[in-house]
Each structure stands twice: as structure tokens, then as C-alpha cells.
């Protein structure tokens, strides 16, 4: 079997679309564009490339795109104010934190300063009960956007074995959160499962969240198992080469042999990310501005 390559930047790139059609209309039933705010602190370089990469989505999807890119000595008193104040600002209707924050800052009080109502990452406590308890709020927008591949390629998912390797607050815990809102039958594995392999082999649905390159073999998977690789890891250069290959937490070629589809890294959950990010602020603008948003988004 060669297992169907599941398109990830193809599904993005029309949901992406689909955003910015529904931001223009909201534009003009709202008066005013849907707006995102991104704050990043500090110079880490490939924080600036997501932040830029952000900002030129936004624009792109017809909603308003705010940076701030504060000193890397930035007080804890001088980000919170400015959180306040985006908290505040009407034209804001999500605020995204860049993380990792600088060590002198303590990203859990710097989040918990957010209005969960314009947490578009979901990493707000109360988003994170909300979404344990089935009550509307935002999802983190890479385990939202495996769901979106998931269900896009296997409709239902009720009674199938789903498991999820990984258990962070951003993509594990959630992730399994909405497998298991789906029906899914839901194991979560960490680092210290037994006999990781023989868990994995059960599962319909295997979702990778590690960050381990390319830790998940053929001999791991299920015959058929639909396989989300959310694993970023770049490999060392080869000879000649500046840069090493990235790869994510299963053997893609592999891999391939066994699974019925299978996300490729890069170009499956990667592209996903931003889409999400989006799509979750164009949700918080219809909120906040009283108004219906459209159901598929
Ligand atoms: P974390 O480091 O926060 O979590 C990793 C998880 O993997 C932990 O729960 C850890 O277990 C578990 N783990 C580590 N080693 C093993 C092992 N040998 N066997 C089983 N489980 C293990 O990572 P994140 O959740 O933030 O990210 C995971 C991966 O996804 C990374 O590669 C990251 O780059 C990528 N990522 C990609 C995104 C995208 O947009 N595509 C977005 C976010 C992340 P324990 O809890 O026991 O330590």
C-alpha cells in the first residue's frame, strides 16, 4: 500500500482563502476590519520570521494587522500594559503573544493577562477549560488544524483508536481534547509509555507531537492508520550543505508503506498553524462584534 499524502498547505491555502472572503464581509457588515495583534519581545530570529509571516497573512486575509515588537529588556509591568491596552482597544479582536518569551518574563501571567475572548492561540487557562468542558472558546490552532485534515479525510470519526503522542498544553492535551469531543477512542503517550511501539500499533489515528526526527517507523503503524505528523525537527547538514533537512517525528517514505495517509513534513500541519490563526480571529471578530459567524470557517 502507498498511503494518500494528505495536502496540508493546499488545504491551508483554501482556508486561508475562505478567510479572507468572509473578513471582507465582515468588514463591511462590522464598519470596521477584523484586527490581530502580535507582540513579540526580544530578537529571537525565528520568532521574526513567524511574527513577519503572521503580520503578511493577516494582511492578505483583508484583516487588520498590529505589531509590536518591543527591546529584549521589556518589564514584566511595561508587556502587561500593553496587553491592557490591546484588552481595550476595540479594533483588536485577537492578541497573540510571541512565545518562548525572554527568561525575566513569566509567559503563564503574561497569557493569563490576555481577555480569553481575544486568546486566538487558546492558551488562556479559561480556554483551556472551556474546551475540556465543551463550552465555546478558542482551540490552539495546530491541534484545531489536525482536526480539520482529520476529519476533511475520514468524516466520522466515532469509535476509531486514536493516539496521541505528546502531552503539552498546546498540541497533546488538546489535541486529544477534540478527538475525544469527536467520539475517538483516545490514548495519550509521553515519554514515559511502555512499549510506546505496541500502543501506537493499535491506533486508527496516529498523532506525533514529540519532536523527535523521525522516531515513528512501518513497523509502529496499523495497516491503513491515518498518520498526523505535527513534529518539526531539522536534521544535521549534510556535507556541503548550510542547512539540514527538516523532518518531522515519523519516517515519512516508510512510513508510507504501511499508513493509509499520511501528513509530509514539511507541507502538512506546518501550513496549517497560520490558516487557524485566522480563521480563529475572524471567529473572535463576529463575537465581538454581535454577529453570527459563518459555520465553516
Ligand atoms: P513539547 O516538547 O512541549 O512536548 C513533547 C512531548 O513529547 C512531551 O509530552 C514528551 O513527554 C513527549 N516525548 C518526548 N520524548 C518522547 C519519547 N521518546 N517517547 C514518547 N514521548 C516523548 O513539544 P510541543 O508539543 O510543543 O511540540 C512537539 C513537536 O511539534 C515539536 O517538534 C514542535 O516543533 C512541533 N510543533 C509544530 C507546530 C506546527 O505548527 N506544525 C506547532 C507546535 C509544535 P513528557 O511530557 O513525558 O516529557
New binding site residues.
Given amino acids: 500500500m502507498t498511503a494518500t499524502r494528505i495536502d496540508g498547505k493546499a488545504f491551508a491555502a483554501r482556508l486561508r482563502e475562505r478567510v479572507g472572503d468572509y473578513a471582507a464581509t465582515f468588514a463591511e457588515a462590522a464598519g470596521r476590519k477584523a484586527g490581530l495583534a502580535v507582540v513579540l519581545v526580544g530578537e529571537d530570529a525565528a520568532s521574526q520570521v513567524y511574527v513577519g509571516a503572521k503580520g503578511k497573512a493577516t494582511l492578505a486575509a483583508n484583516m487588520a494587522s498590529f505589531e509590536h515588537r518591543l527591546p529584549m529588556d521589556t518589564t514584566s509591568e511595561d508587556l502587561m500594559a500593553l496587553v491592557e491596552k490591546l484588552n481595550n482597544d476595540d479594533s483588536v479582536d485577537g492578541i497573540l503573544v510571541q512565545l518562548p518569551l525572554p527568561d525575566h518574563l513569566d509567559e503563564q501571567s503574561i497569557i493569563a493577562a490576555i481577555s480569553p475572548d481575544k486568546d486566538v492561540d487558546g492558551f488562556h487557562v479559561i480556554n483551556a477549560g472551556r474546551l475540556s468542558v465543551g463550552q465555546t472558546g478558542f482551540v490552539p490552532c495546530?491541534p484545531l488544524g489536525c482536526m480539520m485534515l482529520l476529519t476533511d479525510r475520514l468524516g466520522d470519526l466515532s469509535g476509531l483508536e486514536a493516539v496521541v503522542?505528546?502531552?503539552?498544553n498546546?498540541?497533546?492535551k488538546p489535541m486529544a481534547q477534540l478527538l475525544l469531543d469527536a467520539n475517538a477512542t483516545v490514548t495519550i503517550?509521553?515519554?514515559?509509555?511502555k512499549d510506546?511501539a505496541s500502543v501506537v500499533r493499535r491506533a486508527d489515528i496516529v498523532v506525533a507531537?514529540?519532536?523527535?526526527p523521525q522516531?515513528i517507523g512501518k513497523d509502529w503503524l496499523k495497516d491503513g492508520a491515518t498518520v498526523i505528523d505535527?513534529?518539526?525537527?531539522r536534521l544535521p547538514p549534510e556535507p556541503g550543505k548550510e542547512k539540514g533537512k527538516l523532518v518531522g517525528?515519523v519516517a515519512f517514505d516508510e512510513a508510507s508503506e504501511v499508513a493509509g495517509a499520511i501528513t509530509p513534513v514539511p507541507g502538512g500541519?506546518?501550513p496549517?498553524?497560520i490558516a487557524v490563526l485566522l480563521r480563529n480571529t475572524l471567529v473572535a471578530a463576529h463575537r465581538n462584534a454581535g454577529l453570527e459567524a459563518p459555520a465553516d470557517l
Fill in positions: 495546530t503522542i505528546g502531552r503539552s498546546i498540541v497533546g503517550a509521553h515519554s514515559r509509555t510506546l507531537a514529540v519532536g523527535r522516531m505535527v513534529g518539526i525537527n517525528d500541519v506546518g496549517m498553524t
